[in-house]
């Protein structure tokens, strides 16, 4: 009875960051969904409402200050998907505006900030060594994902 005892009180401990590798398993499948197809599943992104949820209650600390600034990140890439007729997607937009609801607004700047880095030195690198066009494209979920886990990584 006492290791269920201890094992309730871990879980309890490290909720949050058990919340968050829940989260990075949901932004591995999307990444691999976007990989392989360059399309990702309305109903399956939606669904990381429900983990992301949970983040944020499994933090114990809210600010709806930045939770809203968070998703107002979010909701500004999906007025920008639509201006440039999905050139960035809805997918990748939706996907943010769920991160920014869970991780707050300076850490979806920071995941941001180092996703897009990480896309223009896969970008230049594709230019390059393949030689691609500027109008090739990639899926840029596998981006936030790394830079997700490289935030959890680093203490985000």
């Known amino acids: 009875m006492l290791k269920v005892k201890e094992a309730a009180e871990l879980l309890i401990q490290y909720r949050e960051t ?32 429900f983990p992301a949820a949970a983040g944020v209650l499994c933090a114990g600390k809210f600010s709806a200050i930045l939770t809203a600034g968070g998703i107002a990140v979010g909701i500004i890439f999906l007025i920008i998907s639509r201006i440039t007729g999905e050139a960035f997607g809805y997918g990748d937009s939706i996907l943010i505006v ?26 230049a690198f594709l230019l390059i060594v393949r030689k691609f066009s500027r109008k090739s494209s990639f899926p840029f979920i596998p981006f936030l994902t790394v830079s997700y886990i490289g935030g959890m990584i680093c203490g985000m």
């Open 98 to 123: 769920i991160m920014g609801g869970m991780i707050g607004f300076w850490n979806i700047l920071s995941i941001l900030m180092a996703a897009f880095l990480m896309a223009s030195g896969y970008s």
């Open 18 to 49: 058990i919340c968050r590798i829940i989260f990075a398993g949901y932004m591995i499948a999307l990444s691999i969904m976007d990989i392989r197809w360059k399309k990702v599943r309305i109903e399956f992104l939606l669904a990381g409402i």
